[in-house]
């Protein structure tokens, strides 16, 4: 299984990004997509979740309201788009895939991460 993240770069504060995730999981219309990062220094932790058919999708107090979550299941494609970045934004951001997990960092399947930095 490979997740395939993409998308990370530099941006300055106030600015957007779109982060991809491409997810050989199959059937990738039954798994729940999830985002995490981890800054420099500090754990991992959870950014926003989407569940496997799209109906529901949780986010982090952090990123609630500038970030949104979707998936496009004919693409096989978790995004994260996200608004307003501010440079506590800045680390490694990973997508996972969980036929049970949501929220948890327990997801069975993860990518190999991409950077964002947000310069103030």
């Known amino acids: 299984v490979q997740l395939q993240a993409y ?3 530099l941006v300055q504060a106030g ?3 779109r982060l ?3 997810s050989s999981v199959r059937p990738f219309s039954l798994y729940n997509m999830g985002w995490f990062r981890q800054a420099q220094g500090k754990e991992r932790e959870f950014v926003a979740a989407i569940a496997w058919n799209s109906d529901s999708a949780w986010y982090s107090d952090s990123v ?3 970030f949104t979550i979707s998936r496009d299941s004919t693409k096989n494609t978790v995004y994260l788009q996200m608004n307003s970045l ?3 934004d800045t680390a490694v951001y990973y997508c996972a895939a969980d036929r049970i997990q949501l929220l948890s960092n327990k997801y069975t399947h993860w990518g190999q991460g991409t950077q964002v930095t947000v310069s103030s």
Request: net charge positive.
């Open 20 to 22: 991809s995730c491409v």
């Open 7 to 9: 998308g990370g770069g």
């Open 15 to 17: 600015g957007s990004l």
């Open 86 to 88: 501010k440079p506590e």
């Open 64 to 66: 609630k309201g500038r």
